[in-house]
């Protein structure tokens, strides 16, 4: 059984940083394209970064490519997100997943909230 913890969310101030972790356990976590999403109430869950098993170059959305970093490391079976320059636009819960690739992730974490003040 594959399961998913997030961590490194809480309160930062506009201009500040968080990192997020993710520590997957269960399963194979080299062979898992690794994602975040975060999620607003009543809207949509919606993609904010991502990187296949194969490597290549991250997905990062256009409002946070500048900002935001992902990563993972595999000896570790942990995914990151280092947020930098945080808005309070980037105030959501945040998820992360994993799966076969980024069009499929089969499993979530339970979410973490991030909350931003001006």
């Known amino acids: 059984q594959v399961q998913l913890a997030e961590s490194g969310g809480g309160l930062a101030q506009a201009g500040g940083s968080l990192r997020l972790s993710c520590e997957v356990s269960?399963?194979?976590?080299?062979?898992?394209?690794t994602a975040w999403f975060r999620q607003l109430p009543g809207k949509d869950r919606v993609l904010v970064a991502g990187i296949n098993a194969s490597g290549g170059k991250p997905f990062l959305r256009g409002d946070v490519m500048d900002r935001f970093i992902v990563s993972r490391d595999n000896a570790k079976n942990t995914m990151y997100l280092q947020m930098n320059n945080l808005e309070p636009a980037d105030t959501a819960s945040y998820y992360c997943a994993v799966g076969p690739n980024l069009l499929k992730l089969e499993n979530w974490g339970q979410g973490i909230q991030v909350t931003v003040s001006s």
């Open positions: 269960g399963g194979s976590f080299s062979s898992y394209a």
